[in-house]
């Protein structure tokens, strides 16, 4: 059951849930599902290490996107004109 979970947070690429499962890991009795747990683990790391990598790029991307906008900006003058 916890490995059934464990693969549906997988394939939606949910992380909370994936969070509360490693929190709470059963007791695991059976070879196969230990080792099937060994496996689902260290998928989810990849997922998550995949998605750390994406959202870093994206920061990145954004960052010099605002640095480009705010260059491209017409900058304020510094004295109060009050000339008609």
């Known amino acids: 059951m ?5 693969k549906i947070a ?3 690429k949910d ?4 969070n509360k499962l490693l929190d709470n890991i059963p007791k695991l009795d059976d070879k196969q599902e230990m080792q099937t747990a060994i496996y689902l683990l260290k998928e989810a790391s990849i997922l998550v290490e995949s998605m750390r ?3 870093k790029s994206s920061m990145s991307k954004i960052k010099q996107n605002l640095k480009f906008l705010k260059s491209s900006q017409v900058k304020p003058s510094h004295t109060l ?3 008609l």
């Open 81 to 83: 004109d009050i000339s």
């Open 10 to 12: 997988i394939v939606e």
């Open 15 to 18: 992380i909370d849930s994936m």
């Open 2 to 6: 916890w490995t059934t979970k464990l």
């Open 53 to 55: 990598d994406n959202t």
